[in-house]
């Protein structure tokens, strides 16, 4: 069942990983964003904005240089094989962290609250913010999303009920909350965004199961009819909105809504909304059997 | 589409309005939190120039240094509404000439705006390698040492720098106007009529 892990490969693959996070976005999202700027109308700023991105994707991508300056906070979401060191494995992100920042492609972006001195090499406190999970299966997954702060800033909580959006305990409360939260947002989360929602929990979990949303594909769908149906709700809700690509105005305000769920406790209900930008960096590693496939 | 060169004079920027489609060329100089702080409580004599007639870029490059000349690797513009404290002020100190960021700012910067000569130039959060592309050389770093990469302010020579006018000397802004719009939707929204 346990596999062997060699360390200076595998800090070899981080790195990878964290090339291709920082540098090319994944397929599904430049989907969305060229279906998007099909959908506005020619010679609108909404249009415009979007073909601009779909061009600095290309270039990132070509030149191996960061879509975006706001390399963000690192979250990885390991899932291990029992028998794997979780020691070795931040070891190893960390090294590979380190690198990344060295050339370039990752901004120096830890920044001390207590003496404002940025450590210049990623490393910190919870950075790279790194989340483990032991499985069953004999694999070892390593899923990486780079998020910026522009958007981890317009991100919010909400307590239910609320009396002001007239949300009570129940998934329309929930739906409010959302619309009430992506409206706040703006352009301000650099627009269009994909909204991962974490329903229940207490406040630190709440968040955590919204950050996890972002793991998923946009194309998928829910496991959970109910959430599923929210999800396609919101998604199409939250586009009549009219804030748009920027905040210039447009039909595309989201590219995605993603919504999960976690027990808590009888006296609490949260809403977490994690905001992610247009530019959502998000890919994997996996390694079997020797063999690594990124995805 | 509207050539904006700089230094740029008041009439000039008068002359844009609410909606412009902007390529930017000249030389201005990137400032974001430190930065800010520091203009305001310091007041430093040496970085006038740099300022007047010019813009201030909210952006925390990528940088790269090969045999001791610096180049911008990503390039995009950081949430200008933290600045909103500082910029009414360092626009009328230091007649700076507008602002490139995103998100737009509040009523102390559009007013101050109006009263001198200014406007909000907004980029594509995230176009960083493209926006990279049209720094054509960087002229000079100041305060490196102490606010470190993203926040030092870095002067920065631009050709064809894509911006559209968000705020413009007029007192208009076009983020009050989008938020009025959508605001109106998603009170529809939360509170349906029955």
């Known amino acids: 069942m346990a596999i062997h892990l060699e360390e200076s490969a595998l800090a070899d693959q981080v790195y990878e990983l964290i090339t291709r996070a920082s540098t090319d976005l994944p397929p599904d999202v430049v989907t969305a964003i060229r279906a998007a700027r099909d959908r506005e109308d020619p010679g609108t700023p909404a249009r415009n904005v979007l073909g601009m ?5 290309d270039l ?8 975006c300056q706001d390399t963000g906070t690192n979250i990885y979401h390991v899932h291990y094989p ?98 009430d939260a992506v409206n706040n947002a703006q352009g301000l989360g650099c627009a269009p965004g994909i909204i991962g929602v974490g329903i229940g929990g207490d406040r630190a979990t709440s968040h955590l199961t919204a950050k996890k949303q972002l793991f998923r594909k946009l194309d998928d769908t829910n496991s ?56 959502y960096r998000r890919h994997s590693l996996t390694l079997q059997n020797g063999e690594v496939i990124y995805d | 589409m509207i050539e904006l060169k700089l230094p740029a004079s008041e009439e000039t920027i008068r002359s844009l309005n609410l909606g412009d489609e902007v390529r930017i060329s ?7 939190d430190a930065a800010h702080k520091y203009l305001i409580e310091e007041d430093p004599e040496f970085i006038r120039p740099y300022l007047e007639n010019s813009l201030i ?8 240094q090969t045999d001791g000349e610096w180049s911008f690797v990503a390039a995009g513009p950081t949430t200008s509404i933290r600045e909103e404290p500082y910029e009414g002020t360092i626009i009328r100190n230091y007649q700076v000439r507008g602002i490139i960021g995103k998100g737009g700012m509040a009523d102390g910067t559009l007013q101050a705006m109006h009263d001198y000569g200014a406007v909000y130039l907004h980029a594509i959060g995230g176009l960083a390698s493209l926006l990279a592309e049209s720094v054509k050389q960087v002229k000079d770093v100041f305060m490196l040492e102490e606010f470190g990469v993203p926040e030092a302010m870095w002067v920065i020579e631009v ?21 009025a719009k959508s605001g109106e939707v998603a009170n529809r929204l939360i509170h349906p009529v029955a």
């Open chain 2, 57 to 64: 870029y909210h952006c925390g490059p990528v940088v790269k």
């Open chain 1, 82 to 179: 029992g028998g794997v060191s979780t020691l070795t494995l931040k070891k190893v992100i960390r090294e590979a962290t380190v690198r990344a920042t060295e050339d370039s492609l990752l901004r120096p972006n830890a920044v001390d609250p207590v003496s404002g001195k940025n450590s210049g090499n990623n490393l910190g406190t919870e950075n790279p913010f790194m989340y483990f999970e032991e499985w069953e299966e004999d694999r070892l997954r390593i899923d990486l999303v780079l998020k910026g702060g522009g958007c981890e800033n317009v991100s919010a909580q909400y307590k239910l009920p609320d009396s002001s959006l007239e949300a009570g305990r129940d998934l329309n409360g929930v739906y409010k909350t959302i619309v």
């Open chain 2, 26 to 32: 000249g030389t201005m100089i990137t400032a974001r």
């Open chain 1, 224 to 279: 959970d009819p109910d959430l599923a149906e929210l999800e396609d709700r919101l998604y199409r809700d939250l586009n009549s909105l009219g804030i748009g690509p920027m905040g210039f105005g447009g039909k595309t305000t989201v590219l995605g809504v993603k919504i999960g769920a976690a027990h808590r406790v009888p006296a609490s209900y949260f809403v977490s909304v994690a905001y992610m930008c247009w530019a």
């Open chain 1, 60 to 67: 990132a991508r070509e030149n191996h240089t960061p879509i």
């Open chain 2, 159 to 179: 050709e064809d720098f894509p911006a559209v006018v968000t705020m413009d000397s007029h007192q208009q802004s076009l983020h009050t106007q989008i938020k």
């Open chain 1, 53 to 57: 991105l779909l061009q600095n994707i």
